[in-house]
């Protein structure tokens, strides 16, 4: 994968990676293109995927929840999402 490539890929928002991601897969599983341009679309499609990982790890760091404690005092701490 090019450079120009990678930062293409990083520039993406997880809407956009996933789309693309579903069209390779769409693309792949037809059966319908050649050796290697299949070849360039896996490891296209295994960057999409680190990538919407990444932008997945990253919202699940952001997500918090607001807790009220026993004598009323409202903060906000990180959620257990599995």
Same mark, same amino acid.
């Given at each position: 994968m090019t450079t120009t490539a990678k930062s293409t890929i990083d520039d993406l928002s997880f809407e956009q990676a996933m789309a693309e991601?579903? $069209?390779? +897969? @769409?693309?792949?599983? $037809?059966?319908?293109?050649?050796?290697?341009a !299949?070849?360039?679309?896996?490891? @296209?499609?295994?960057a999409l995927k680190k990538h919407c990982e990444k932008k997945l790890a990253g919202? %699940?760091?952001? =997500?918090? %929840?607001?807790? +009220?404690? !026993?004598?009323?005092? =409202?903060?906000a701490e990180s959620a257990e999402i599995d």
């Open positions: 991601l579903e $069209s390779i +897969v @769409r693309g792949l599983e $037809s059966g319908d293109i050649e050796l290697e !299949s070849i360039e679309a896996y490891e @296209r499609g295994a919202a %699940k760091a952001r =997500i918090e %929840k607001i807790t +009220v404690g !026993s004598n009323g005092t =409202i903060k």
